[in-house]
């Protein structure tokens, strides 16, 4: 699967977001229908993780502190606490998906934070305009 994140190209991942050698997030579209289907263990700024997405279901998701609204070409995760995105992941014209905003916290309390013109990680990473196959690997967060 080819993933857009901010303005980078991550081409024929296995749609899996790793940190810390866990499955953090992971992305994948019904074959019957493309539509999108999110799977995400979400975490809060002191690195505690508070809830748990599976497939477009809640797991786990304490005093309903995120939301989800699920529709086949896309989905966001917004949290009523903070008051922001945390995951918008969409369907795009192309056989892939795009992640045009994202604002969410690692194991550890590592912010990760995806804008129109970058992927920024804490102050260990960012990546701006970069194209990049990953031959069908997981998209590792550092």
Request: charged share 25%; net charge negative.
């Amino acid at each position: 699967m080819d993933i857009s994140i901010g303005s980078n190209q991550l081409r024929n991942t296995n749609g899996i977001f790793m940190a810390q050698d866990q499955d953090l997030i992971k992305v994948e579209q019904k074959a019957e229908d493309g539509s999108i289907l999110l799977s995400m263990a979400l975490y809060n700024p002191a690195g505690s993780q508070v809830a748990k997405l599976e497939r477009n279901e809640w797991a786990s998701n304490d005093q309903d502190r995120f939301e989800l609204r699920a529709e086949p070409a896309s989905v966001t995760v917004i949290d009523n606490t903070l008051k922001g995105v945390v995951f918008l992941v969409k369907r795009n014209e192309e056989n892939g998906v795009q992640v045009p905003q994202a604002k969410f916290y690692l194991p550890g309390g590592t912010v990760s934070e995806v804008t129109a013109e970058h992927w920024h990680v804490g102050n260990k990473m960012e990546l701006k305009d970069a194209d990049i196959d990953l031959q069908g690997g997981a998209i590792e967060i550092q």
